[in-house]
C-alpha cells in the first residue's frame, strides 16, 4: 500500500486524539483490506498488527452477509461484547479502502465513537 507520508502522518494523529479524547477507548487502528495496520495508537498491550488481521477478516464477513442479503455495501460492523465493543467502519485513505477500527470497554458510548469515527473519515477523506 503505497500512501503519502503527510496522509499518513494525520491518520495517525487522528487515531491518537480519538485514543485520549474519548473515554474508554483502548486502541484505535486504520488498516488496509488486505490485514495491515496503516495507522494507529493503542494502550495496554493491544497488538495492531493482530488487530488489523482480525479486522480484515471481520469486515470481509459483513461484505459478504449483506451481499447475500441485498443489502447494499457494508458500511460499519459493532461487535458487541461483555466488556466493551469493537466498531470498525470503511475508510477511504488516498482512494484506498481501508477499515477504521476502534476497540473500546464499557465506559465507552458506542454513539459517540460512531459520530466521532464519521469526523476522522471525513477529515481524513479529503486530505
Do not use: W
Request: proline residues 1%.
Amino acid at each position: 500500500m503505497n500512501i503519502d507520508v503527510g496522509i499518513l502522518a494525520n491518520a495517525r494523529n487522528e487515531c491518537r486524539k480519538l485514543l485520549t479524547e474519548q473515554v474508554g477507548v483502548l486502541g484505535v487502528v486504520i488498516s488496509s483490506v488486505d490485514g495491515f495496520d496503516v495507522a494507529s495508537a493503542v494502550t495496554r498491550d493491544l497488538e495492531p498488527a493482530k488487530i488489523a488481521a482480525m479486522a480484515s477478516s471481520i469486515a470481509a464477513i459483513g461484505i459478504v452477509v449483506s451481499q447475500e442479503a441485498s443489502l447494499g455495501a457494508s458500511k460499519s460492523i459493532t461487535v458487541n461484547t461483555e466488556d466493551g465493543f469493537v466498531y470498525i467502519t470503511n475508510i477511504e485513505l488516498a482512494g484506498q479502502l481501508c477499515a477504521l477500527n476502534v476497540i473500546a470497554n464499557s465506559s465507552a458510548i458506542l454513539a459517540q465513537i460512531i459520530y466521532h469515527s464519521g469526523e476522522i473519515k471525513r477529515r481524513l477523506e479529503v486530505s
